[in-house]
């Protein structure tokens, strides 16, 4: 079963711009993670936030977690051609191995 | 070693035949899954093995048989798929958190093996 919801579907914008993607989940969760995935091909693991954590930055990432509204953001800053992928976020319960992923969000950068 | 290496890459199979997928880590992680992806969908969680042991089923068919011979290896059985069955498979494994029984988080996926079942 799917955890997570994630809008937009899609996202198309222009290099240089932010490609701001949501999550939200509906269960209790142990961490938030995010993943990128190139068409066709395996899945790369992005950023970890935990529940006791608000924000969390790595590179051109911001990730946001709101554990009240069980939602998250994943920000991508000056956004290239090569970011165009689709993003899922992916949720683990405490104890456990059940990593369970949203729809996610197809992102196109046009150079 | 930060690789997780599924083969085949493509796999086109009868209805009747019998065919296996691989999925091999040496990054020493005692926790691997198969999850299941059709085209612009999520993954689907399957299967979790832990410490060689099925953890979860997420009532997957019979037709689908997984098996984890050792640490490093796991295995998907496939025997008498349905056309619907055609997708991306895609194995990943993770470090088991201190307290055991969890994972630490991050999945390290491999590139996965496109089936099709004729």
């Known amino acids: 079963s799917q955890q997570g919801e994630e809008d937009p579907q899609a996202l198309s914008i222009q290099e240089g711009e932010n490609a701001t993607m949501n999550c939200s989940y509906k269960?209790?969760?142990?961490?938030l993670q995010w993943y990128r995935q190139n068409s066709g091909r395996g899945l790369v693991h992005l950023i970890l936030i935990r529940s006791n954590e608000r924000e969390k930055h790595s590179g051109r990432l911001r990730v946001t977690l709101d554990t009240s509204k069980k939602s998250s953001s994943l920000l991508i800053t000056a956004s290239r051609a090569a970011d165009t992928a689709s993003y899922f976020c992916?949720?683990?319960?405490?104890?456990?191995?059940?990593?369970?992923f949203g729809a996610g969000t197809r992102l196109f950068v046009k150079a | 070693d930060t690789e997780v290496t599924q083969t085949p890459k493509h796999l086109v199979m009868g209805m009747t035949n019998k065919k296996s997928l691989k999925c091999e880590q040496h990054m020493g992680h005692r926790a691997m899954y198969w999850y299941k992806q059709k085209a612009k969908k999520p993954p689907e969680l399957m299967f979790v093995?832990?410490?060689?042991?099925?953890?979860i089923n997420e009532s997957v068919p019979s037709r689908f048989s997984p098996e984890c011979p050792n640490s490093s290896l796991l295995n998907l059985h496939l025997h008498a798929l349905q056309p619907e069955d055609s997708a991306l498979y895609l194995c990943a494994s993770s470090q088991e958190s201190l307290a055991r029984g969890s994972n630490t988080g991050e999945l390290f996926f491999g590139e996965g093996s496109r089936l099709t079942v004729l």
């Open positions: 093995y832990s410490y060689e042991k099925l953890s």
């Open positions: 992916a949720t683990a319960a405490t104890g456990g191995f059940k990593t369970i």
């Open positions: 269960t209790s969760i142990n961490n």
